[in-house]
Each structure stands twice: as structure tokens, then as C-alpha cells.
């Protein structure tokens, strides 16, 4: 009786508290002096089902090596995903090398739509229903780092990415507001009529002036009968305008007016 009371506590291991789920195991051969050297190389997936999922991989000279090196790599890399319920709050895109990944919320009862490394790691991550759509390469490890990327930049509500989006579009209005401040006609030679005829052909800022080919202004003048126009000095004032040297600016063009 002790001694099968013993073996009974001997038996007994503490449950971990994330599952693990093997992605990818593979061969991996180096080449030396003395001959080859085999390795295997694991990827791990790892999660709580409760919002907590990593991704790990590393080699060792034996499978199970490699497996435990992988589980305590993706611990290190372990990261809590913003789930809405059973299901994430908004679409989200991620590009990460060569893996493109597209994830979508889905009605409850839907299921996970997903296959692959994309479907390991959400269902660890505690995703009940979502749609995926995987693009671009098949490699599993890259594919699972994509999502887990996808996973990282996930909000908690749609209110706030309506939030974001109002940010937004308020820095797309400071920049638009800044963008009608340039006024071509600031810069000697070009008046209203050229002005307007650069803005026609998306020449609006000073900073597009600057980046414009003389030959590309030639050409819009010409086009126009305009070509009486020298356009020589243009791009250096638009880079003066631009950089805010107003001064440089105005001491160049009272030469140039008293170079006429």
C-alpha cells in the first residue's frame, strides 16, 4: 500500500496553465568540416483561451529540446489580446515579412473561419468566432507572427477605433490646413494664372514646387503658351518657402528684382 501510495504522488504533475499546440517541426541540417549536423527546429503555439497567446520557436539537438526551448520562447513573447466577447471588435489588417493576414469579426455561432497557423492562434487566444483570410506566403511560422501582430493592435471597443478615426481625420485637417496656407504666388515669377495652372497639374505646396523637375514646369508652361516664363529659380525659392528661411527668401528676390 506505501509503495503504491508512492507512485501515486510521484505520478502526479501540476496542469499547466497554457495549452501547447506544435505548428511546425522540421529538419534542419548544418554543414561542417567533420560532416553534417542534424538539428530539428520547433514552432510552438501557446494560450489560455482567455486572451493570452504566443508565439516560439527555436532548435535543439532532440525534438523534445527544441519543443521545451520553443514553449519557454513563447512565453517570453506572450501578449493579451482585446476580445469582444467571442470575437474581436474590428477588422484588422498586418503585413509582416512576406505573411499578410486579414482578420474580421463574425457573428456569434460563426465559428472560426480560418485554417492553419492563422486558426491555431486564435483558438488559443480564446477567439470563439472570427473570419481570416491568409495572403501571400505559406510559411507557418511567418503567417503565425502576422497574426499575433494582428492580435497586438486590436482595441478594446468599435468605440474606440471611432475614437482613433476621429484623431485621425482631425491631423488630416491640420495638414490640409496647412497645405492651403502655401501660396505658389509667394515665390517671383509666378503669378495667379501660373498659380492656378500648378494646382490644376497637383502642384499645391511649396514642398511640391520644390520636388517638381524644371523640365516638367517647362513642359506645363509650353502647354499653356506660357513659355515666356522662367521657371530657373523657382525650385530653390519653393525650398526656401518650404524650410521657413522667409528672410533667405526675400533677400534672394530682391536680387533677382534688381537683376531685371
Known sequence: MKKDRKKGKRGRRQKSEFEQQLLDLARVTRVVKGGRRFRFRATMVIGNRKGKVGVGVSKGTDVSIAIQKAVADAKKNMIDVNLDGKTIAHDVRQKLASARVLLRPAKEGRGIIAGGAVRTVVELAGVKDIVS???GTSNKLNVARATIEALRT???TQND???KDAKNDKDAKKVTNKTQK???TKIEGIGPKIAELFTKNGIKTFADLADTKK????KILEENRLASHDPGSWSKQATLARDGKWE???KWQNELKGGK
Open 154 to 156: 486590436l482595441k478594446k
Open 133 to 135: 483570410k491568409s495572403y
Open 161 to 163: 477605433v471611432t475614437e
Open 182 to 184: 502655401d501660396d505658389l
Open 248 to 250: 533667405k527668401l526675400e
Open 215 to 218: 523640365s516638367d514646369l517647362v
